[in-house]
T-cell receptor
Framework: DAKTTQPNSMESNEEEPVHLPCNHS???????IHWYRQLPSQGPEYVIH???SNVNNRMASLAIAEDRKSSTLILHRATLRDAAVYYC???????????FGKGTKLSVKP | DAGVTQSPTHLIKTRGQHVTLRCSPI?????VSWYQQVLGQGPQFIFQ???????GRGNFPDRFSARQFPNYSSELNVNALLLGDSALYLC??????????FGEGSRLTVL
């Protein structure tokens, strides 16, 4: 399974945008880029996913590099409730298993 | 709408015992996956079931087993518990294709 590399931790100020990077240089053509996040004492929750084009939803935006070897999750205005561990995951097709790494722990300061 | 429900939420066992963890998926979801999350690490994939058939298995010993019932609920069984099995066990359900919805997990402590 292709692996991802993320910074261990990041800090942000409340109401400012946050850019969470992810490198996946060994991505294959059928791998989707998924982002999940895990709030303290909860199970992971889906944030967003994409294949080649940039994606937007109510939670976040996903910017995918043209060569697909990296991507960035964008939270447009961080809130205290966005403090969580964010996982960047490559999923083979639409049925493949999620292989989690260690993720990025995002702290949001008021 | 009810999300993924897991039981028990917390349990304590001793080494050598066995444990059964239960998961009820979201209504209409036929796929269930199990993950183990050790403190400070990301979740590790254990099993995936779809329509009562095993679709995937992670790198876990044979002490770990699972099954899915006709109503799509699932059980994870772990035999001969070791101290290292202490973890949060997460269940996730999904349609055949699409995002996974996780429960809040079962916290297992092995003494």
């Amino acid at each position: 399974d292709a692996k991802t590399t993320q910074p261990n931790s990041m800090e942000s100020n409340e109401e400012e945008p946050v850019h969470l990077p992810c490198n996946h240089s060994t991505i294959s053509g059928t791998d989707y880029i998924h982002w999940y996040r895990q709030l303290p004492s909860q199970g992971p929750e889906y944030v967003i996913h994409g294949l080649t084009s940039n994606v937007n939803n109510r939670m976040a935006s996903l910017a995918i590099a043209e060569d697909r070897k990296s991507s960035t999750l964008i939270l447009h205005r961080a809130t205290l409730r966005d403090a969580a561990v964010y996982y960047c995951i490559l999923r083979r097709g639409s049925q493949g298993n999620l292989i989690f790494g260690k993720g990025t722990k995002l702290s949001v300061k008021p | 709408d009810a999300g993924v429900t897991q039981s028990p939420t917390h349990l304590i066992k001793t080494r050598g015992q066995h444990v059964t963890l239960r998961c009820s998926p979201i209504s209409g979801h036929k796929s269930v996956s199990w993950y183990q999350q050790v403190l400070g690490q990301g979740p590790q994939f254990i099993f995936q079931y779809y329509e009562k058939e095993e679709r995937g298995r992670g790198n876990f010993p044979d002490r770990f087993s699972a099954r899915q019932f006709p109503n799509y609920s699932s059980e994870l069984n772990v035999n001969a518990l070791l101290l290292g099995d202490s973890a949060l066990y997460l269940c996730a359900s999904s349609l055949e294709h699409g995002e996974l919805f996780f429960g809040e997990g079962s916290r297992l402590t092995v003494l």
